[in-house]
C-alpha cells in the first residue's frame, strides 16, 4: 500500500493554513498532510465530536512540533476566533471542516445543525474578509445531490432537495461561500464534494472515532468484528441494485486529505477559478454487502451482520465521477475497497487496547 503524502508537491514556501476541526477524523487526516507537504498549521477545534489526544498522534505522524499549534476554540464564538486571526496574521487559507455531520440526528434536531453549521460557516467567513485571508476551502459532501437518476454524478449534475437538514446545511453552505466570494474581491474558494470518506491513517494512530455509538457503515463494521457491537444490520436488500443492497462510493480518508492540500496548493497558486466545485470519490460503486464481503477477506472474520429494513432518507445509489479533480487538481485516488478495511480494522484494533473507553465511544 502506498503512503500518502510522501508527494512531489512538497510546499517550499512555509504558507500557514488554518484548519477548523483539526483534531476531527478528516481534519486530522488532511493537518498531517499538509504538514508533511511543508505547510504550517494552526488547527481549531471545540472537541465537540472529536478528541485532543488525536493531537498528540498528528505530531507522532508529522513531527515538527513548531509547524503546527492546537487550540481549543468553538468558531462560533467571534471574540475568541478574532483573537486567533489577531496571533497569526500570516494565515494565507482556510480549510473549513468544523461542523455537525450525522444525518440522522439533524432530522432529530434540525435546529442544532442550522446554528452550528450555518452560523459557524458565516462566523470564518467574516474573519476571512476582515483579516484579508483570499483562500478557503469548504467541506462538502455529495449528499447535495439527493436521488439521482444518473450516474455516475459530475460536478454539473443537478443538485435536489436535500434529504436531511444535515444534507441542506451542505446545499446552503455551497450557496453562501459562493455569494461571499462574489462579493469579496480578494476571496477564492473550493467546494469539495465528499462522497463516503472511510479508513484510516496507514499508521493506524488516527483513525474515524465518533463520539457515540458508530451510525456509518465501516465504523459499524469494524466495531461489530471488535465485539464493541453484536450484529451489523444490513438496511434493505431489496433496492434495484446487483444485489439488493445500497450503493455508494467509498473513499480512503487520506485520499480525501491528499485532495485537500492539492486544493489549497491550486488556490495559493492562482490556477482556479473565483469558485471551483469538486467531486471526491474513486468513481466506482461498492454494495453494502460487497463491503462486508471485503472486509471479511482482509481481516479473515466472519462478520456477524443480518438482513433488515430499508433506512428512511437513504439514496439507492451514487458514485462520483472525478475527472475535474484529476483534470484540474492533479489528484487520482491511490487506495482501495481493501485498504479502506484494512486500516479501518487496524485502526480499530489499537482502540481496543489502548483508548476504546477514553475515547467517549458508548
Ligand atoms: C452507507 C450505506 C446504509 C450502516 C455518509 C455520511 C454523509 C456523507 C455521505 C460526507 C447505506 C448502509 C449503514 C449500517 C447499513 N458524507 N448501512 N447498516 O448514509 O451514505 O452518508 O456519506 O459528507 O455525511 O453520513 O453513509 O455509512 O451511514 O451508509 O446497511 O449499520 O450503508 O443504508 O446504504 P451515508 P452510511
Redesign the pocket.
Known amino acids: 500500500m502506498n503512503t500518502v503524502g510522501t508527494s512531489k508537491h512538497v510546499n517550499k514556501t512555509g504558507k500557514t493554513i488554518l484548519v477548523t476541526g483539526g483534531s476531527g477524523y478528516i481534519g486530522s487526516h488532511t493537518v498531517v498532510n499538509l504538514l508533511e507537504k511543508g505547510f504550517r498549521v494552526i488547527s481549531l477545534d471545540n472537541y465537540d465530536n472529536s478528541h485532543k489526544w488525536i493531537n498528540n498522534r498528528i505530531l507522532e505522524i508529522a513531527g515538527n512540533e513548531a509547524k503546527v499549534h492546537f487550540h481549543d476554540v468553538d468558531i462560533c464564538e467571534k471574540q475568541k476566533l478574532r483573537k486567533i486571526f489577531e496571533k497569526y496574521p500570516e494565515i494565507s487559507g482556510i480549510i473549513h471542516f468544523a461542523a455537525h455531520?450525522?444525518?440522522g440526528e439533524s432530522v432529530e434536531n434540525p435546529l442544532k445543525y442550522y446554528d452550528n453549521n450555518l452560523n459557524g460557516l458565516i462566523s470564518i467567513l467574516q474573519m476571512a474578509a476582515k483579516f484579508q485571508v483570499p483562500n478557503f476551502i469548504f467541506?462538502?459532501?455529495?449528499?447535495v445531490y439527493g436521488n439521482v437518476d444518473k450516474l455516475p454524478v459530475t460536478e454539473s449534475t443537478p443538485l435536489q432537495t436535500a434529504e436531511s437538514p444535515?444534507g441542506a446545511t451542505?446545499v446552503m453552505g455551497e450557496r453562501i461561500v459562493t455569494d461571499f466570494v462574489h462579493a469579496t474581491p480578494i476571496a477564492k474558494a473550493v467546494l469539495l464534494r465528499?462522497?463516503?470518506?472511510?479508513g484510516a491513517h496507514s499508521s493506524a494512530l488516527i483513525g474515524e472515532l465518533p463520539q457515540n455509538k458508530p451510525?456509518?457503515?465501516?465504523p459499524?463494521i469494524t466495531a461489530v468484528a471488535s465485539g464493541k457491537m453484536d450484529c451489523?444490520?444490513?438496511?434493505?436488500t431489496d433496492y434495484d441494485t446487483r444485489d439488493g443492497?445500497?450503493?455508494?462510493d467509498y473513499i480512503h480518508v487520506s485520499d480525501l486529505a491528499e485532495a485537500h492540500t492539492l486544493a489549497m496548493q491550486a488556490l495559493l497558486n492562482g490556477k482556479l477559478n473565483r469558485v471551483e466545485v469538486f467531486n471526491l470519490g474513486i468513481g466506482q460503486g461498492a454494495t453494502?454487502l460487497e463491503?462486508i464481503k471485503a472486509f471479511e477477506k482482509v481481516s479473515g472474520k466472519k462478520l456477524n451482520y443480518a438482513l433488515?429494513q430499508?433506512?428512511k432518507?437513504?439514496?439507492v445509489a451514487?458514485y462520483a465521477d472525478y475527472q475535474k479533480a484529476q483534470k484540474v487538481l492533479g489528484w487520482s485516488p491511490i487506495f482501495n475497497m481493501e485498504d479502506i478495511m484494512r486500516t479501518a480494522w487496524e485502526w480499530e484494533k489499537q482502540l481496543d487496547n489502548d483508548n476504546y473507553f477514553t475515547s467517549g465511544r458508548q
Open positions: 455531520k450525522a444525518v467541506s462538502s459532501s455529495c449528499t444535515y451542505k465528499y462522497f463516503n470518506p472511510a451510525a456509518n457503515l465501516v459499524v451489523l444490520t444490513v438496511f434493505g443492497s445500497c450503493v455508494r453494502v463491503a433488515g430499508r433506512r432518507g437513504d439514496v451514487i
